[in-house]
């Protein structure tokens, strides 16, 4: 006979239907029996409850030893039932109603239809089952629940006020011998008349007495030392039938940090752990609020199972995995790097009108496919290995034009349809924190990324445009750690002067050139040498890079007036062994810091110039001493990124004499024969670009650094404190062993790292 069962469904519906098979609880489907002898197949995904009258095969029930529990479906249908602890399966669990004149027999429960349960026994007695508690502590703590309810206002008062009890007697006997008493009048309100206690002293007593009412046997127990938060909140989850879960042990499901927004997650205080096709695995402290439960599967739009875990790992966890308020998380969903294209492929432009220049498009920076789009070109940029991002919006119909830049080179990377220029720029300002309407003046900020459990900063810059339009600029600033001095490319005379220099106590180090030449690397590699733990290391820097463990690191906020100079003062203050300061961006700062290395400290920092040479000169300019200046220098240290030849495809050749002649001439003839360089010969080779699929055909994969060390030898001191020339200033530093950015970078083509063309394109 076929077996009719009643299933409440999570959209509400309750449905009477005949099954076609018999029920697996093992099983996520339900076949049920259509008309004609056909079948429909229903997931147990969109069931709350199955309700039966007839005992399912091979399950066995018995009324020995079941938790009465109350078991309440996200419908809001509650249920009283036995729940059998040998019948819980992976999809959900059996249970039986309590009364015997139930509607139904049994009953099964997918664990994603439960709101919330809970069992009807005391939380006391489940720690006392746990070992955590004796049965007298117990029974002593309900005692003190119970007197805490019953306990009276004037009571609380005689105790918090020390107030004697005949005081307050004498007080109504007055009152009642007067005959003022009213029919319902309060006994602090007696006390206060009489001046013996204040109407806030009455009102806290109150205050007291309606929370010795709410306390429950849990909380007392943790307020005598009995047991721990934690174990309360273990012993909660297991009333409330949840698990209770070690975040600390757990690595969380990328997609499920995804799937719930930052803003939630702070404000309920949740961890999401897993995410499954049909729903989230999430970790709360609150296993008695169903509410949590409510508000997740709103904001997530699937059924949500909660987990018990402790607030104090709760927290961490968000403060390791969200990472502020800024930050935002992305997924790629698994899909590959060519899905750039294939969504740009979906947003055709054509018979899209190009609206003028005042009004608006019709589509907006909410639109999904420019928030997919502009989160693909992010990730895409930094498999890629991008340095930079350019969104270039053109006039008129002409599309959108996204360039990467790689390795120092701008590339055309995409073309998107021109009526999402506005969204695209829109929706980067929005991911940057910036006022998207805003259009006339240039705007930073920054997007804090978390990609598969790595941070990704990109630094923001947004300028408008002829036309209307506005462009954006995105640095990307990968977080990562500091190489080796062996490992930046120092030529072996570069390396031992540079290494000297950081071995002394005191002085001031400059790493100069333009953006993006690597000065910051270069300057924490410096400080990962001579990072030891007997040295005080303060750094300050806009923004923080690159981050090592002993630094005292500080990112500055020129925006509430806590700048360079303000940081340095502050350092200065700090008993340091070694500062640096990410930047001179003033005549003060410069100041402060060549002071702060005359006075026994080591001070490094970076300077937008083109030379070593013209560095002295330039600070000097600034209004620098330069008696002071020159007795402070222990180097300055230029460097430029050059393209590295592709290691796979490179390939030599012997040069013509005069592309030999020519690289002398740059080089400078005095000095090449001097330093040691090869004289032209049959065997003379270099090496020259070839393209491969390694490099993507470039020739070209990687860079490498190029430098220029001027030393603050005693015969560069001399021409400093006489404000020479940069001219005059150069020729002594190369008396004294300095090599130019040019030399570097020649020595290196000879080496068959990289190629002329890639010298006169960084050199000057």
Request: hydrophobic residues 40%; contains cysteine; aromatic residues 6%.
């Amino acid at each position: 006979m076929d077996q009719n069962i009643v299933l409440e469904l999570a959209s509400g519906k309750r449905l009477t239907e005949t099954l076609a098979a018999p029920f697996a609880p093992g099983s996520n489907e339900i076949e049920i029996a259509r008309n004609g002898g056909g079948k429909e197949i229903l997931s147990l995904a969109d069931i709350c409850c199955v309700l039966m009258d007839e005992k399912p095969d091979g399950i066995e029930l018995s009324r020995n030893d079941d938790m009465l529990e109350e078991v309440e479906i996200t419908t809001g249908t509650s249920y009283q039932l036995r729940v059998p602890e040998t019948q819980l399966f992976q999809t959900g669990f059996y249970g039986f109603p309590i009364e015997d004149g139930a509607p139904f027999k049994f009953a099964f429960f997918p664990y994603i239809g439960v709101r919330i349960r809970r069992q009807y026994r005391p939380v006391g007695e489940i720690l006392a089952e746990k070992g955590l508690v004796s049965q007298d502590a117990i029974e002593e703590a309900i005692e003190e629940q119970k007197k805490t309810k019953d306990r009276k206002v004037g009571e609380i008062i005689a105790t918090s006020c020390k107030l004697p009890q005949r005081q307050i007697e004498e007080s109504l006997d007055k009152a009642k011998q007067a005959g003022t008493l009213p029919p319902r009048v309060r006994i602090g309100d007696i006390l206060v008349a009489a001046g013996l206690v204040t109407a806030e002293q009455v009102e806290a007593a109150l205050a007291s007495q309606k929370e010795g009412q709410k306390k429950r046997i849990g909380d007392l127990l943790v307020e005598r030392g009995l047991v721990t938060e934690d174990q309360l909140l273990a012993a909660l989850a297991t009333k409330f039938r949840q698990k209770f879960v070690d975040l600390d042990s757990i690595e969380p499901d990328e997609k499920a940090l995804v799937a719930i927004s930052r803003e939630i997650v702070e404000q309920l205080q949740i961890f999401p752990i897993e995410f499954h096709q049909d729903h989230l695995v999430i970790a709360t402290s609150k296993p008695t609020d169903p509410s949590i439960g409510d508000t997740l599967r709103f904001h997530a739009h699937k059924r949500i199972e909660l987990v018990t875990a402790s607030p104090a790992q709760i927290a961490s966890a968000i403060e390791r995995y969200y990472h502020g308020d800024s930050t935002l998380l992305i997924d790629d969903g698994g899909e590959t790097e060519e899905e750039v294209e294939e969504i740009l492929g979906e947003m055709g432009d054509e018979d899209v009108e190009v609206a003028e220049e005042e009004d608006e498009s019709n589509i907006n920076e909410s639109d999904s496919q420019t928030i997919k789009l502009v989160n693909k070109i992010l990730l895409d940029a930094y498999q890629k290995k991008v340095s930079d991002i350019h969104v270039e919006p053109s006039l008129g119909k002409q599309p959108v034009q996204i360039r990467y830049r790689v390795d120092g080179i701008c590339k055309v990377m995409h073309r998107i349809p021109s009526s999402f220029k506005r969204a695209i720029i829109a929706r980067i300002k929005i991911m940057s924190n910036l006022d998207i309407s805003e259009r006339r003046r240039p705007q930073s900020g920054k997007i804090l990324l978390r990609y598969k459990r790595k941070k990704i900063e990109f630094r923001v810059e947004v300028t408008p445009t002829v036309g209307g339009n506005e462009d954006a600029v995105l640095r990307l600033l990968a977080a990562s750690k500091p190489l080796p001095l062996s490992e930046m490319g120092f030529s072996e005379s570069n390396l031992a002067m540079f290494e000297d220099i950081l071995a002394k106590p005191y002085g001031i180090i400059l790493c100069v050139g333009p953006t993006g030449s690597g000065k910051t690397t270069t300057l924490h590699s410096a400080l990962g040498h001579i990072n030891k733990a007997d040295r005080k290391i303060w750094t300050a820097e806009d923004p923080v890079e690159i981050t090592q463990p002993g630094l005292r690191q500080v990112q500055v906020l020129p925006k509430i007036g806590f700048d360079f100079q303000a940081a340095l003062r502050s350092f200065l203050r700090a008993d340091p062994d070694v500062i640096m300061i990410g930047e001179m961006r003033d005549a003060e700062t410069a100041k402060t810091a060549i002071e702060a290395s005359l006075t026994g400290h080591l001070v490094f920092s970076t300077l937008h110039t083109n030379s070593a040479p013209e560095t002295v000169v330039r600070l000097i300019e600034m209004g620098m001493d330069a008696v002071s200046f020159a007795d402070a220098l222990l180097g300055v240290l230029a460097q430029r990124l050059a393209r590295r030849l592709c290691r796979h495809c490179k390939e030599s050749y012997h040069p013509e004499l005069t592309e030999y002649e020519n690289l002398v001439l740059t080089y400078g003839e005095k000095w090449f024969a001097a330093h040691g360089m090869p004289e032209y010969s049959p065997e003379f080779t270099l090496m020259r670009p070839v393209g491969c699929e390694q490099c993507g055909n470039m020739g070209y994969a990687g860079r490498l650094a190029v430098h220029e060390l001027l030393l603050g030898s005693p015969e560069v001191k001399r021409v400093i404190k006489r404000e020479a020339m940069a001219e005059d200033l150069q020729l002594q530093a190369i008396e004294d062993g300095m090599r130019t950015l040019r030399m570097d970078a020649i020595a290196k083509v000879l080496q068959g790292i990289t190629d002329m063309e890639q010298v006169m394109r960084v050199c000057l």
